[in-house]
């Protein structure tokens, strides 16, 4: 279903990530010194460093291949595409400098307001475009909750990310919120568990979140309708 849709995507997402290694280039330049250093960055710098910009192009391609698989035609695909691209960014620098730079936030979180507002004035049905607003600010603020009941563990970064992905994954459907979030915690929770019984990490070590944010957001558009329905079903 939608193979040639799949394929375009695919061969787009893999150029778009030849070209990442430039801006992410700038970004980490401009987060240097300015915060902690990742425990995990000299495995992924010597990963980047070896294989060059192909991971990143393989990666986002794939990511989008799998996006346009799941999602078929629309403005709503676009924005995803989008997003895909500038989550792989997010991923990059976010382990390497514990940081989430507010632009790429911002020109994501526009993209998709505007895309996805696109799309419901094309569909005239506003109602998963409300939907996705509710989502995003639910996200947004029970990530804020946390930031702020566990100083340390979450920075306003991933508050800002989590809203971004709110948004998206609310477009889909609640089910699909609930599954990216939880996919989310449950990766992170199992990464840090792994890094801390190796000694690459203590219990105190600030370790990135949003590229877990990423990765369970994937997982929720990938099956959360499904795990949901199945849920429901028992």
Known sequence: MFLGLTLACALLGFVAGLGLPRPIHLLLAQGAGS???????EPVAAATGRFGPLPLAALTGLVCALLAWRLGPGLDLLAFLVLA?????????????LRLP?????VTLATGL???GMESLALGDFTAYRRAL???LTLAGYHLCLAALFRGCLGMGDVKLAGVLGMHLTWLGWGVLVTGAFLAFLLA???AGVLI???RVRGDSRLPFGPWLLLGALGGVLCGAELSRWHLAW
């Open 114 to 116: 505007t895309l996805l």
């Open 189 to 191: 929770g199992l990464t």
């Open 35 to 41: 915060g902690p250093r990742s425990p995990v960055v």
């Open 85 to 97: 691209v500038a989550g792989v960014t997010l991923a990059v620098v976010d382990v390497r400098t």
């Open 134 to 136: 509710l989502g995003g």
């Open 102 to 106: 507010d632009p790429v936030l911002l």
């Open 197 to 199: 019984s190796v000694g």
